[in-house]
């Protein structure tokens, strides 16, 4: 899967299960609204990164394999989000 298909995949599965529709009505007449959408979605993310780690809690114990891959991979995900974006920045000439 592409960074394109993941991205519009994330979007759609959103937009499905309403995070998006609740937090960030997209217009037709607004034209690009990826800032906005990046930041409920960065939002939303932190809100269900801080509520796992709750329920994870502070003892040691076995997580489910597929739960520790979900984590592994989301914080795998926004790090190259964040890299990505101080080398995109870069090239601009936005610091």
Excluded: C, P
């Excluded at 519009?8 to 309403?18: A, K």
């Excluded at 609204?33 to 502070?58: P, R, Y």
């Amino acid at each position: 899967m592409t960074k394109k298909q993941l991205k519009e995949f994330i979007r759609t599965s959103l937009i499905e299960s309403g995070v998006i529709k609740e937090r960030y009505q997209l217009k037709e007449e607004d034209g690009d609204h990826e800032v906005g959408m990046a930041i409920n979605l960065l939002d939303d993310i932190i809100n269900n990164a801080q509520s796992l780690k709750g329920k994870i809690g502070t003892s040691e114990k076995n997580l489910a394999g597929w739960i520790q891959d979900h984590i592994s991979q989301a914080q795998n995900f926004i790090n190259q989000a964040n890299t990505g974006y101080h080398e995109i920045d870069d090239k601009e000439g936005n610091n």
